[in-house]
């Protein structure tokens, strides 16, 4: 047991430059919030229900981390910083990395039954800040939500989902980058090398040329506009 521990902590050490031993790593909410519902789903799995909502509740209090008790998560899963909000019948697998604000909410049935109604973060799943991944959908293995992405549909394995608001777009990743990205931002530091930037780039650059000639086009006409110089001399009265 002590062994799955340190690997807990190691686990999260590799995705998180910042600390510099284990020991701060067990200060972080998103450990302690992980162990609140560890004993909450226990209770739950049991059918002490009120128990398992005290627990999740005592656990929502001190680590600003709101973990439904019948939500069920595999190993490894690091939630940095916090202020994120995971419903009942969320399912996450091993290795899955969620960054601040995030929620894995669930739809409002019409028929009243409730049923599964949230997300399924199959492994190695990485959410940026502030996404929203939301009803019954599934965001396949290694698959990457953008931060502020508003996710309604399933994402494949190994995708990409930015976006913002609900306008939100899916980028297929042709190759898997396994090194660590900080707040799940969906291309490398620094960005310059998006195909987004190249083409507003390429834009500005025809516009650019654009202008230059209009210039050049608007001095031609004035100079033709200018009036000729008389061609001779005035001949001056005598007196």
């Known amino acids: 047991m002590f062994r799955r521990f340190t690997e807990y902590l190691d686990s999260i050490e590799a995705r998180d430059p910042a600390p510099r031993s284990r020991w701060e790593v067990l200060l972080y909410p998103g450990l302690w919030a992980v162990g609140f519902h560890r004993?909450?789903?226990?209770?739950?799995?049991?059918?002490?229900?009120?128990?398992?909502?005290?627990v999740n509740?005592?656990?929502?209090?001190?680590?600003?981390?709101?973990?439904?008790?019948?939500?069920?998560?595999?190993?490894?899963?690091f939630i940095d910083h916090g202020f994120t909000v995971i419903g009942e019948t969320a399912e996450i697998g091993n290795n899955v990395t969620i960054y601040q604000c995030v929620t894995?909410?669930?739809?409002n049935p019409a028929n009243g039954v409730g049923g599964k109604r949230h997300p399924t973060l199959q492994d190695g799943v990485i959410v940026g800040s502030g996404a929203q991944i939301l009803g019954p959908i599934t965001v396949g293995a290694r698959a990457r939500v953008g931060a502020n992405a508003v996710v309604t549909e399933d994402v494949p394995e190994g995708a990409t989902m930015v976006g913002v608001k609900a306008r939100s777009t899916l980028v297929p990743a042709e190759t898997w980058q396994r090194e660590f990205m900080p707040?799940?931002?969906?291309?490398?530091e620094p960005c310059s090398d998006s195909a987004e930037l190249a083409a507003d780039t390429k834009r500005?650059?025809?516009?650019?040329?654009?202008?230059?000639?209009?210039r050049q086009e608007l001095a031609a006409l004035r100079e033709a506009a200018r009036p000729a110089p008389p061609?001779?001399?005035?001949?001056q009265s005598g007196g």
């Open 183 to 188: 707040y799940g931002t969906p291309c490398q």
């Open 39 to 54: 004993v909450a789903h226990w209770l739950f799995n049991g059918r002490l229900f009120f128990l398992a909502r005290l």
């Open 204 to 214: 500005l650059a025809a516009l650019e040329e654009e202008v230059a000639l209009l």
């Open 231 to 235: 061609s001779g001399t005035r001949r």
């Open 57 to 77: 509740h005592l656990g929502r209090f001190f680590t600003g981390i709101d973990i439904h008790p019948g939500a069920r998560i595999g190993r490894h899963l």
């Open 104 to 107: 894995l909410g669930g739809t």
